[in-house]
């Protein structure tokens, strides 16, 4: 550079060469060209990792149904990281299986713990550089006299390798002791520093679901052919005053239900139960796409005829217009509903019914009803219309005009026989015979000795001690359908899917094909499987 300019710059009144220019420089700014100073801070990341897991079958998510043996499982991972990246593990019943993000598989009947452990691959160690220049203070003419950049440079270095040349820097370190060391350089001096830094192992989590895989099919209930063209399943959507048995259900719920029905059960028909009309519509809807007969069927339970028929019109106004919909203006009247009968309860009604049957004067009452019924909802509904009887009912299937008999059949050794049975559903036939007839009900409580109380064994099971025994449902089910073949009607609905379990209430009273487990997933009974094994042909 131009020494006139930098004297100029100093204010040194000397010449170039003298002696005392050095000195006065010396004075003012200090010796030059110090080397800098190496210095660092670190600090070790504290993430936290969170291990979650969801899983799902190729034709549902698994809310409320058990998988069985034939279901692939996709066990799909939900685990979060503030850092990661993340490894993963699986195991099933303490053995590892894979060591991937997702894991997909079949197993075998019975209980399976599943687990999955998430770890962090190494932790965050960021290296924060507070090296300093000594002679930063030097104005920028004096660097560039003493060719001394003002910048300076940093090599980072982790275990004997150069990692980083950046001022600050940020590693993925796996657990255990590592040297960091910092080297500075100005261009002509410079500085190293360095430590030894130790990290914790990295965080990890665990997490684990017990799932119950049910059996695909069981061998001895071989395959049989069931000889009635429509075979169907009451689903209860919700029923308010029996909640705790029949509570209000989410479309989930329905969705996954309903295609356990028809795709494990085989059934080409829904029986769709409930005193909500959003929820009995919801349903209707969803089960247009896979059934043949969608008979909606609300209950009213304890309504007077006049409190229910503004709320059955509102559900024949909200069904779906199609040929496959049903309209079943009300079920077992005499029972569910005051008006015919005069208990003001349930069971006061059922009791009585037991007791003394119906009058010739009930029975007119019960049609005079109907007759209300069917006229108002066909003002807004163009599908069949029918009626879920009582057994006892005389109902005017012709005189009314609806356009199935619908009679529930319920079969009891204590009262009946096979040939009685047949005879009696011959005859709710043929006061209709050019009509279709539908078993709207039928079907055993979950306990030794169920098939001599027929309908009634819920009540035998609730009010005296009784052995809880899915064989024996199974078996009754077996003799029941055995005969329903032989009866030539033109569809049979098994009462039911499921009945939750309330302190009041208990598995054996069920006539449900499922039950509730612990952990609030549903499994199937060996009734399943025996209704399962009876094929439509």
């Not at 356990?260 to 959003?278: F, P």
């Not at 049975?421 to 279709?436: E, H, T």
């Amino acid at each position: 550079m131009d020494r006139r300019k930098f004297l100029k710059y100093t204010g040194a009144a000397v010449a170039a060469g003298a002696a005392g220019g050095g000195y006065y420089l010396a004075n003012r700014f200090g010796s030059f060209n110090h080397p800098p100073l190496a210095d660092f801070q670190y600090t070790v990341s504290t993430s936290k990792v969170q291990a979650n897991f969801d899983y799902r079958t190729t034709e549902r998510t698994l809310r409320h149904i058990n998988p069985t043996t034939e279901d692939e499982i996709s066990f799909l991972n939900k685990s979060t990281s503030d850092n990661g990246p993340l490894s993963y593990s699986w195991s099933v019943d303490d053995r590892i299986v894979v060591e991937t993000k997702d894991y997909c598989t079949r197993l075998p009947a019975g209980e399976h713990r599943v687990t999955l452990t998430t770890e962090e691959s190494d932790r965050v160690l960021q290296l924060l550089n507070m090296s300093t220049d000594a002679d930063a203070v030097l104005p920028p003419v004096l660097r560039e006299f003493l060719n001394v950049s003002g910048e300076l440079r940093y090599a980072w270095i982790l275990d004997g390798k150069t990692v980083s040349s950046d001022r600050d820097c940020s590693l993925r370190v796996p657990a255990g002791e590592h040297v960091v060391r910092l080297h500075v350089s100005d261009g002509v001096k410079e500085d190293h520093t360095e430590r030894t830094v130790t990290i914790p192992e990295p965080p990890h989590d665990s997490f684990h679901r017990t799932i119950t895989i049910d059996p695909a099919e069981l061998s001895e209930y071989p395959e049989r052919k069931l000889r009635i063209p429509i075979k169907g399943l009451a689903f209860i959507v919700g029923i308010g005053p029996w909640r705790d048995n029949f509570p209000y259900i989410s479309e989930d719920e329905m969705v996954e239900s309903l295609t356990i029905i028809r795709k494990e059960l085989g059934c080409n028909a829904i029986k769709i139960v409930g005193d909500d009309k959003d929820q009995i519509t919801k349903c209707t809807m969803l089960a247009l796409e896979d059934f043949d007969v969608v008979l909606a069927t609300p209950r009213y339970i304890n309504a007077t005829p006049d409190e229910a028929l503004p709320r059955l019109s509102e559900v024949a106004k909200s069904l779906p217009d199609s040929e496959k919909v049903v309209l079943g203006v009300a079920s077992e009247m005499t029972i569910d509903m005051k008006g015919v009968l005069n208990g003001t309860t349930y069971d006061e009604r059922a009791v009585e019914l037991d007791v003394t049957g119906l009058s010739e004067k009930q029975q007119r009452k019960l049609n005079d009803i109907l007759k209300l019924f069917e006229r108002e909802v066909r003002k807004n509904f163009r599908g069949k219309v029918t009626y879920i009887a009582e057994t006892r009912d005389k109902v005017e299937w012709n005189e009314i005009g609806f356009d199935i008999i619908c009679y529930d059949e319920y079969f009891g050794s204590r009262w009946m026989n096979k040939s009685s049975y047949l005879n009696k559903i011959r005859q709710d036939r043929a006061l209709s015979p050019s009509k279709p007839m539908y078993v709207s009900e039928f079907g055993f409580a979950t306990f030794e000795g169920c098939i001599d109380w027929g309908g009634g064994g819920w009540r035998q099971a609730h009010f005296n001690p009784v052995v809880y025994s899915q064989e024996a449902q199974a078996s009754a089910l077996d003799t029941n359908l055995q005969m329903l073949s032989q009866a030539n009607v033109d569809g049979a609905f098994l009462w039911g899917f499921v009945e939750k379990d309330s302190s009041l209430y208990r598995d054996q009273e069920s006539s449900g094909v499922m039950k509730f487990r612990p952990d609030g997933m549903m499994e199937r009974k060996k009734a399943f499987y025996m209704y399962k094994s009876y094929v439509r042909g």
